[in-house]
C-alpha cells in the first residue's frame, strides 16, 4: 500500500495521521513481498537526465501521474500507473518474472530515462522505461566472479558510479567505470542487521553490522592513493575484427568503433592535430559472442551504430559523442615509411572523456528462462542461433526515400539495416526511431556458400538501390531491393501507426539476386563498392584469400520495370599480397585504392590501362563455373585495365583484420588499421 501521512501540531503536541492512498497488487507468487521499490513521474520520461529515484526514499512529486517499479522476493519486477484519484487498487501493467533469479530484487534506481536493478544473483540489469510502463531489457553485466549479492547502486558526482555488495565473508564498494574494488570490509558475509552509508563525494564510507551479538562499526577512507595507478590503459582483450566510423568533429576528431573477438564495441577518439587514439569512457558494448560486423548512419540528430556477432544476435546503439576539447596525452610515434607518414598508435590516458552510448534494441530479442524452456520445445525456424552475423550495411530513412523518390511522413525515422549471415541469408531489418526495435522486412534465397561482405549502393539517377555481397563462393552477387523498399514505404502509408505491419509485408520476406559474376578462385574475404559520377555505374573492388585483387565496373539498368546488369572495366592482379586480403578501399578524393593483409602489408595502387609498362602485370581472371543466376550479366566488350602499384609499406598492427578510410580535417585520407592493435596511416603526396 501507498501511505499518505500528515502532520498536524496542534497547541500543546503533534499527531499524525495516516490514510491509504493507493493499494498495488502483486501478482500471485511464492514469496510475495517488496524488496525494493521506486517512483517515476511520468513527465520526467521525456527529459535528458531526470532526477535519481531511490529505492527507499519516501516518494514526492508533484506529477497527477506516477509509474511505480517494484521488485519482489522471488526476482521478478513490475510496474505499476497510478493517477491521483480516489483510492484504488492497481495490477501490474508489465512483468518481468524471475529476472533477478530466486533470492529477491535488492535495488532499483531510475536515471536518465533508464531502470537499474541488482539483486542477489550479482547481476546489474538496465531497462527501457515507457510512459505507458513497459520495461524493455537493454543490458546485463555481472561484475565480479564470486559477488552474488548486490545491496545497491549509487551514482556520485562527476558521473561515477559505484555497486555496494558482499564477496565471499566481505563487503565491497565497487567502481562500475574503472572497474576496482574501492573498499574490503572484512565482516564475515551477509548479515540481517547491517547498513552502510557513503558520503556524498564518494571518499568516505561506513558501515555497521551485527555479529556474534555484538555491533560492529567501520569506517574506511577511499582516497586517490588507495586506487590502482594504470600505467597503460586496457583496449580490448583480443584482436580486433571490424571498425566503422561513427561521425567526424568541426575539429577533425574522429570517432571511431572497434568490435573485438572479446565480444565487447569500444570507442575510440582519433585527433588528426596531435596524432593519436583516446579511448572514449563508457562505450563498452557487449555481446554474448565474437563481433564481426559494424556499421553506422546518421538519423536525425543521433548517430545509430549497429553491431553483429555470433549467436545470430545484432545490436543497435545510439551514439552521442563528446570529442570536443578532449586532453590529449603524449604519445609514441613510428615512421613506417617516408613515402607515407605514419600516425600514432594507442596511448595511456589518465582521464578519458565520457561518451553516451545507449542500446536501442537487439536481434533476437532477449528471452527469460521461461520463454528458452518453451523455444526449445518448438521446431527450429531458418534462423539458426549457431550462425553468424558477417557483413552489416546501414543506411538510413531519409538517403532511402531521397534516393527512391517516395513520399513519406516527416516525422518517420529510423536506418535499414541488410545482414549477411555465414549459412547464407541476406536479410533486411527496419528500426523505427520512435520505437526502436528490430523488424524483419525480407530476406533472400539461401547460398550455398556464406556471406562475408555485404556493401549497399544509391543509384538516385534511376531511383533504385542496390546491395553487393560475396564470399565463401568466390562469386559477387547484386540485389535489388528497391522494390521491397517500395512497398514497406506504401505499407507504411496506408498503417501510419504500426499496427498490422507484420501482416502486411508477409509477402516481403524473400527477395532475388540480379546478378552474379565470379571474382576470385576461393573465397571473397572484403568488399569495397562505389558509384562512378555517371551514376548508373557500380564499381565493385574485392580481395580475397588467394592474395589477389579484382576491380569491376557493372552498369545497372532499369528497363521495362526489370533491372539488368552490364559488365564493363575489369582489372585483375593475382600478386598483391602473400596472403590473405584482409581489406580494400576507394580513397576519397583519390583515383587510389588501399589494400591491406595478414602480412602486415599495405599497400597503394592505382588503376591504369594505357601505361605500357603494366600491361605485364595483367593475367586473366579466374575460371570459376559458372553459376545460373535470374537475370544473367551480359559481358560486352569488356576493357583490360591494371593494378599499378603506387607505396607500400609495414604496418605495425599484426593480423590485421579489418581497415577504415576517412578523411581528416586537412583534406588527407586516412587510414586506420585494427588487428592485434590498432594503428592509424596517413596518406598524401602520392
Not at 194 to 221: M, T
Not at 321 to 337: H, M, P
Request: hydrophobic letters at 35%.
Amino acid at each position: 500500500k501507498w501511505w499518505k501521512v500528515r502532520a498536524a501540531v496542534l497547541s500543546s503536541s503533534s499527531t499524525l495521521s495516516c490514510q491509504a492512498h493507493v493499494e498495488f497488487l502483486l501478482p500471485p507468487c511464492k514469496h510475495r513481498w517488496i524488496s525494493a521499490v521506486t517512483v517515476v513521474p511520468t513527465s520526467s520520461l521525456g527529459n535528458k537526465d531526470p532526477p535519481c529515484g531511490d529505492s527507499r526514499s519516501s516518494p514526492a512529486s508533484s506529477s497527477s501521474a506516477m509509474l511505480v517499479v517494484a521488485g519482489d522476493r522471488k526476482g521478478s519486477l513490475h510496474t505499476f500507473r497510478h493517477c491521483d484519484g480516489a483510492f484504488a487498487i492497481q495490477d501490474a501493467v508489465c512483468t518481468l518474472p524471475g529476472i533477478h533469479g530466486k533470492n529477491g530484487v535488492n535495488d532499483i534506481v531510475y536515471r536518465g530515462g533508464r531502470i537499474q536493478s541488482c539483486g542477489r544473483d550479482g547481476h546489474v540489469r538496465v531497462f527501457r522505461l515507457s510512459a505507458a510502463g513497459s520495461l524493455e531489457k537493454l543490458s546485463d553485466r555481472k561484475f565480479l566472479a564470486g559477488v552474488d549479492w548486490l545491496e545497491k547502486i549509487i551514482h556520485l558526482p562527476n558521473d561515477r558510479q559505484v555497486v555496494v555488495g558482499f564477496h565471499a565473508t566481505s563487503l565491497m564498494v565497487w567502481d562500475m567505470a574503472r572497474a576496482e574494488a574501492l573498499v574490503t570490509v572484512p565482516c564475515g558475509g551477509g548479515h540481517r542487521s547491517w547498513h552502510h552509508c557513503l558520503s556524498e563525494n564518494g571518499e568516505r564510507v561506513a558501515f555497521a553490522f551485527i555479529q556474534a551479538s555484538r555491533v560492529h562499526y567501520c569506517l574506511a577512507e577511499i582516497s586517490e592513493w588507495s586506487r590502482q595507478r594504470i600505467l597503460q590503459a586496457s583496449f580490448h582483450g583480443r584482436e580486433m575484427t571490424c571498425l566503422a566510423h561513427v561521425s567526424t568533429d568541426s575539429s577533425g576528431s574522429a570517432v571511431i568503433a572497434s568490435g573485438s573477438e572479446d565480444c565487447s564495441v569500444r570507442l575510440s577518439s582519433y585527433n588528426h592535430a596531435v596524432g593519436e587514439f583516446q579511448l572514449l569512457q563508457h562505450s563498452a558494448c557487449t555481446h554474448v559472442s565474437g563481433v564481426r560486423a559494424l556499421a553506422s548512419a546518421s538519423s536525425g540528430d543521433t548517430c545509430i551504430l549497429v553491431s553483429g556477432g555470433g549467436r545470430s544476435q545484432i545490436k543497435a546503439w545510439s551514439v552521442a559523442s563528446a570529442t570536443a576539447g578532449c586532453s590529449f596525452l603524449a604519445c609514441d610515434r613510428a615512421s613506417v615509411a617516408e613515402s607515407s607518414p605514419c600516425c600514432s598508435v594507442t596511448s595511456a590516458v589518465a582521464e578519458r572523456r565520457g561518451c553516451d552510448v545507449q542500446q536501442l534494441c537487439q536481434y533476437p530479442p532477449p528471452l527469460s528462462h521461461r520463454e528458452r524452456r518453451l523455444q526449445r520445445q518448438q521446431p527450429p525456424t531458418r534462423a539458426s542461433a549457431e550462425s553468424r552475423v558477417m557483413a552489416l550495411a546501414v543506411m538510413s530513412v531519409s538517403d532511402t526515400t531521397r534516393c527512391l523518390g517516395v513520399h513519406v511522413d516527416i516525422s518517420l525515422q529510423g536506418v535499414f539495416v541488410w545482414a549477411a549471415y555465414s549459412d547464407g541469408w541476406l536479410r533486411l531489418f527496419f528500426i523505427d526511431g520512435d520505437l526502436p526495435s528490430f523488424r524483419l522486412l525480407a530476406e533472400s534465397e539461401r547460398q550455398s556458400r556464406s556471406l562475408l561482405c555485404a556493401e549497399v549502393v544509391l543509384l538516385p539517377l534511376i531511383s533504385s538501390m542496390v546491395v553487393v555481397t560475396a564470399g565463401g563462393s568466390g562469386e559477387v552477387t547484386m540485389w535489388n531491393t528497391g522494390p521491397v523498399l517500395r512497398e514497406f514505404f506504401s505499407r507504411r502509408r496506408c498503417c501510419p501507426s504500426g499496427s498490422g505491419e507484420n501482416e502486411a509485408v508477409e509477402d516481403l520476406l524473400l527477395f532475388h539476386s540480379v546478378g552474379t559474376y565470379p571474382s576470385h578462385q576461393c573465397t571473397v574475404t572484403c568488399l569495397s563498392v562505389e558509384l562512378v559520377d555517371d551514376g548508373h555505374t557500380v564499381q565493385i573492388f574485392s580481395g580475397g584469400d588467394d592474395g589477389s585483387l579484382v576491380t569491376q565496373c557493372v552498369s545497372v539498368v532499369i528497363c521495362e520495370g526489370a533491372m539488368s546488369l552490364q559488365r564493363g572495366m575489369l582489372a585483375y592482379r593475382p600478386d598483391c599480397h602473400g596472403s590473405t586480403v584482409t581489406g580494400i578501399c576507394r580513397l576519397s578524393g583519390k583515383d587510389l585504392i588501399a589494400s591491406t593483409s595478414c602480412d602486415q602489408r599495405v599497400s597503394i595502387w592505382r588503376i591504369s590501362g594505357d601505361t605500357p609498362e603494366t600491361r605485364s602485370l595483367a593475367m586473366s581472371p579466374p575460371t570459376v563455373p559458372q553459376r545460373v543466376t535470374f537475370t544473367p550479366i551480359r559481358e560486352d566488350s569488356c576493357k583490360q585495365w591494371f593494378f599499378k602499384a603506387v607505396s607500400t609499406t609495414i604496418t605495425d598492427v599484426a593480423d590485421c583484420h579489418a581497415m577504415l578510410s576517412w578523411t581528416g580535417g586537412s583534406s588527407h585520407s586516412l587510414l586506420a588499421l585494427g588487428g592485434a592493435g590498432l594503428q592509424c596511416l596517413q596518406v598524401e603526396n602520392l
